[in-house]
Nanobody, 118 residues
Framework: QVQLVESGGGLVQAGGSLRLSCSAS????????MGWYRQAPGNQRELVAR???????DYADSVKGRFTISRDNAKNTVYLQMNSLKPEDTAVYYC????????????WGQGTQVTVSS
């Protein structure tokens, strides 16, 4: 099992910034992709950004140029720097951890609320 602990959510005004962190522990894979998803009320969970063990990242179009994902492999931690936040970024943000053959094992954090006021 893998445990994920997230932190850094909160309330911010439009145009502001937040930084999310997620630390993984437990029976970790030597190579894993970590990422962030979000889910707003009434919507499906969607990918925000993900980053491979080697640092290759991709982003949802809606956050490109505003959000930056990074990771510290020594600390098994992934970060999401969110700048120029918009009210439509309001959601519960979930950390993800994928590993194993064809990344068939996926684990989720408990979620952290991000609220952007207009």
């Amino acid at each position: 099992q893998v445990q994920l602990v997230e932190s850094g959510g909160g309330l911010v005004q439009a145009g502001g910034s937040l930084r999310l962190s997620c630390s993984a522990s437990g029976n970790l894979f030597s190579i894993a992709t970590m990422g962030w998803y979000r889910q707003a009320p009434g919507n499906q969970r969607e990918l925000v950004a993900r980053i491979t063990h080697y640092g290759s990242a991709d982003y949802a179009d809606s956050v490109k140029g505003r959000f930056t994902i990074s990771r510290d492999n020594a600390k098994n931690t992934v970060y999401l720097q969110m700048n120029s936040l918009k009210p439509e970024d309001t959601a519960v943000y979930y950390c993800s951890y994928r590993g194993g053959v064809r990344e068939s094992y996926i684990y989720w954090g408990q979620g952290t609320q991000v609220t952007v006021s207009s």
